[in-house]
């Protein structure tokens, strides 16, 4: 198939560049290494064609990251001009195989290799790491999005510090806004939740919650995202 392009009437200014490869139609990102060539050869043709010129680029995951220095040496060398190469980690390779390390000290002996090669077979973890590390190391810029990132960045991966930035995590004010804002109406969500989770029947303590603070977080608690 052919490139195409989407655009977005709330945001005319902005266009979305599809670039496909004879990929299935759905891949995951650990196992799409094959298909960088072909992605890169035709990205860098559609902008050779259309004599784009960039002042940035950002790549997002370790996938992004590495196509990103490819693409901004591609065009140094053809522009003669150096551009700021950036990257954000979202996730990390090193941190994917410590938690895989971790979970699999826990298993019986006989049950850890079996499982550890499953493992880095589903995580591509050698992959990952490697595109990481040549990745990184044409970036001029990285964001993180936790101290612990950072902290991952400088001592595992040797990324300089004064190059790393955290970029701590956005809410949209109006979509996500106080709707309860008395004490009456905050009692009344308070008894609405209790009698909730009571009929959940979870081994939560309901005392201690009549009067305590209650913390809603909606998505995954991830110790790496703070």
């Not at 945001?11 to 890169?40: C, M, N, S, W």
């Not at 902290?151 to 955290?166: A, R, V």
């Amino acid at each position: 198939p052919d490139l195409w392009t989407e655009t977005h009437e709330a945001l005319p200014e902005l266009r979305i560049i599809h670039v496909p490869t004879k990929a299935p139609q759905y891949v995951e990102k650990e196992h799409f290494y094959p298909y960088y060539p072909e992605y890169l050869a035709r990205a860098t043709q559609f902008i050779d064609q259309n004599n784009l010129e960039y002042d940035s680029i950002i790549g997002h995951y370790a996938d992004g990251m590495f196509m990103t220095s490819i693409l901004g040496e591609q065009q140094e060398s053809k522009t003669g001009r150096k551009i700021p190469l950036l990257g954000v980690t979202h996730s990390l390779g090193y941190e994917k195989y410590k938690c895989l390390k971790r979970k699999i000290e826990k298993l019986a002996v006989s049950e850890r290799n079996k499982i550890f090669t499953e493992a880095v077979e589903k995580f591509n973890i050698d992959a990952r790491l490697g595109c990481e590390l040549s990745g990184f190391s044409r970036l001029d810029g990285i964001g993180t999005i936790s101290p612990k990132h950072t902290e991952i960045l400088f001592t595992k991966y040797h990324f300089p510090e004064d190059q790393i930035t955290m970029l701590p995590g956005g809410v949209d004010t109006e979509v996500f806004r106080p709707l309860v804002k008395t004490y009456e109406q905050r009692l009344a969500q308070r008894k609405i939740l209790l009698r909730e989770l009571k009929s959940s029947q979870t081994d939560l303590p309901f005392d201690s919650l009549q009067n305590g603070k209650i913390v809603f977080g909606y998505g995954r608690l991830v110790r790496a995202k703070g």
